[in-house]
T-cell receptor
Framework: EPEVTQTPSHQVTQMGQEVILRCVPI?????FYWYRQILGQKVEFLVS????????KSEIFDDQFSVERPDGSNFTLKIRSTKLEDSAMYFC?????????????FGPGTRLTVL | AQSVTQLGSHVSVSEGALVLLRCNYS??????LFWYVQYPNQGLQLLLK??????LVKGINGFEAEFKKSETSFHLTKPSAHMSDAAEYFC????????????FGKGTKLSVKP
């Protein structure tokens, strides 16, 4: 079964540093999403991406965040200057986008720890 | 605005007992509802989804959920718990169209005692 993969599985960084989280989506699934889960809290939507542009973004997704598909396959989330409160599990999700009941396929997540 | 509420952050059952995980939704339009499961150190895996074809939805691993519009509920059940069912379960509603983002509940951690 096709699956979404994410790298790295765990990233530790110093406050103020830039991090890039990477996601390899399922081939031919054209809708991309990033979610995050702060420890002990619910999974929250960050941003959706389609046709090389942002479709929707939440209020969490401020100017410190950016997304892109640099090589047409990988999908990345960049945090420009990390803060302590960015520590969370970040999930990439991927959907076909066709049909009313289509699902989103999630990657295993990247645990980001900001010190 | 759409939302889901999961009652009970932690549910503990004995092996072989009924599993009932509660989810109530709020939506002004027909909801697109999902249950996901997260095993330790893994991503979110789809258990089942409501498609309006039937109010009782069967998913993987013996789980099922019943959509009750009058109660705005989509509770997840399994007749007989297995040790391997221990995980965290998330109810979600999709916002907007077919490519809308998911809005998750806080999750319910299921423990299964031998």
């Amino acid at each position: 079964e096709p699956e979404v993969t994410q790298t790295p599985s765990h990233q530790v960084t110093q406050m103020g540093q830039e991090v890039i989280l990477r996601c390899v989506p399922i081939s031919n699934h054209l809708y991309f999403y990033w979610y995050r889960q702060i420890l002990g809290q619910k999974v929250e939507f960050l941003v959706s991406f389609y046709n090389n542009e942002i479709s929707e973004k939440s209020e969490i997704f401020d100017d410190q965040f950016s997304v892109e598909r640099p090589d047409g396959s990988n999908f990345t989330l960049k945090i420009r200057s990390t803060k302590l409160e960015d520590s969370a599990m970040y999930f990439c999700a991927n959907g076909e986008g066709q049909g009313r009941y289509n699902e989103q396929f999630f990657g295993p997540g990247t645990r980001l720890t900001v010190l | 605005a759409q939302s889901v509420t999961q009652l009970g952050s932690h549910v503990s059952v004995s092996e072989g007992a009924l599993v009932l995980l509660r989810c109530n939704y709020s939506s002004s339009v027909p909801p697109y509802l999902f249950w996901y499961v997260q095993y330790p150190n893994q991503g979110l895996q789809l258990l089942l989804k409501y498609t309006s074809a039937a109010t009782l939805v069967k998913g993987i691993n013996g789980f099922e959920a019943e959509f009750k519009k009058s109660e705005t509920s989509f509770h997840l059940t399994k007749p007989s718990a297995h040790m391997s069912d221990a995980a965290e379960y998330f109810c979600a509603v999709r916002r907007g169209g077919s490519q809308g983002n998911l809005i998750f509940g806080k999750g319910t951690k299921l423990s299964v005692k031998p």
